[in-house]
């Protein structure tokens, strides 16, 4: 009776497969465990009476309170800002997108520092600011400062991207009807990139929501004044260990909210070239 050897075809693409869901597999759990982790560390009732904890609720509240004022200066400053920046030529734009790219590589830490150089009390700026009586260094002022500083790229680049891709026709067409510059942005630019714009407002807050290392460098960490949800993740680690897991758990619920969001919203497409 004949030996019969699988077809070569048929066994290759059966390598390829199990080769391809070993692979999916083990980036999931690696990427996933951690997470799964915070969860199996805590109980409900533990997490419940830990939420209700005065230094969590202070934590929670003066996150949002901050990533949500940090979020409409970026929205107001950084919309007009993306469509003059990306409607324009003019001499050292690369330098210009450099720049509003640079906090994007660059350490929070060293984005912290390079803040409290330019605004603290002997600062380049700061001193002046102080001889008036005016401190922004350690204040939640500075915690704002520093979320727009490390959270405003992920907006701009989104709404560059957005107005360089939108069709121009749009735009012209409604100017030879005598639209001015601002009515067609309101009434024509803003309707067909808001799915886009609102995708890259939506990682902004959550940028800014998590940001640790230039708070911490340029704001410190005071309860009540400039202790956001990461830096009572970073004291809990020192004191209350389910206060940091609690709050750290409230974090990943809500950037995993905010993710899909934002892959709702990137299913989205506006009108191209």
């Known amino acids: ?55 969590v609720i202070s934590a929670l509240w003066l996150s949002l309170f901050t990533s949500t004022i940090s979020l409409g200066i970026v929205l107001l400053v950084g919309t007009p800002f993306a469509y003059v920046h990306s409607r324009n030529t003019y001499p050292g734009k690369m330098i210009v997108d450099t720049l509003v790219d640079l906090p994007l590589v660059l350490p929070p830490a060293v984005a912290g520092l390079a803040l409290l150089v330019l605004y603290g009390r002997i600062g380049f700026i700061g001193k002046y600011l102080n001889m008036f009586g005016i401190t922004l260094a350690f204040t939640t ?14 907006y701009l680049r989104q709404a560059k991207s957005l107005f360089e891709q939108l069709d121009p026709a749009y735009e012209q067409t409604a100017r030879t009807l005598g639209a001015s510059p601002i009515r067609i942005f309101w009434t024509i630019v803003l309707p067909l990139t ?18 640790f290392g230039a708070t911490i460098m340029f704001a410190g960490n005071l309860p009540g004044v400039t202790q956001t949800m990461p830096l009572a993740i970073y004291s809990g680690m020192q004191g209350d260990f389910n206060i940091g897991i609690t709050i750290a758990i409230l974090l990943v619920i809500i950037s995993f909210a905010i993710m899909i969001a934002v892959r709702i919203l990137s299913q989205r497409e506006i009108p191209h070239a």
């Open 141 to 154: 002022l500075a915690v704002i400062m520093a979320q727009i500083f490390v959270s405003s790229p992920f």
């Open 1 to 55: 009776m004949p030996i019969l050897f699988p077809k070569p075809g048929r066994c290759r693409r059966t390598l390829i497969t199990i080769g391809a869901s070993v692979l999916i597999i083990s980036v999931t759990l690696y990427l996933a465990l951690p997470v799964a982790a915070l969860f199996l560390r805590t109980t409900p009732e533990l997490f419940i009476s830990s939420v209700c904890d005065p230094r």
């Open 194 to 211: 808001v799915s886009g714009l609102v995708s890259g407002a939506v990682m902004t807050f959550a940028r800014a929501l998590g940001e």
